[in-house]
Nanobody, 114 residues
Framework: QVQLVESGGGLVQPGGSLNLSCAAS????????MSWYRQAPGKERELVAM????????NYADSVKGRFTISRDNAEALVFLQMNSLKPEDTAVYYC???????WGQGTQVTVSS
């Protein structure tokens, strides 16, 4: 069955970096666009970034442009989210998602705090 497993979250100080990974299995991930969403406490889930199946097209939320980079390794069925210059407002659970579907990972917690 379809599985998306995120890893790489944790506690980091403001200005720090984290690299999230999403391992996809049970489907042909290389044929599908993928995305990362996040949900902060008391807020709705929001799109952070998406990447086309080839990896050549990416889009980002305005709040993370220039700080976050989405990428993928289709040979290994992995999707990444490199997060730099992290801010306290980036604190959220981050979810891997198959674009335009209802398939989600279980989420990984990112906490930015001093």
């Amino acid at each position: 069955q379809v599985q998306l497993v995120e890893s790489g979250g944790g506690l980091v100080q403001p200005g720090g970096s984290l690299n999230l990974s999403c391992a996809a299995s049970g489907f042909a991930s290389s044929n599908l666009a993928m995305s990362w969403y996040r949900q902060a406490p008391g807020k709705e889930r929001e799109l952070v970034a998406m990447i086309s199946s080839s990896g050549f097209v990416t889009n980002y939320a305005d709040s993370v442009k220039g700080r976050f980079t989405i990428s993928r390794d289709n040979a290994e069925a992995l999707v990444f989210l490199q997060m730099n210059s992290l801010k306290p407002e980036d604190t959220a659970v981050y979810y891997c998602h198959i674009w335009t579907t209802n398939y989600w990972g279980q989420g990984t917690q990112v906490t930015v705090s001093s």
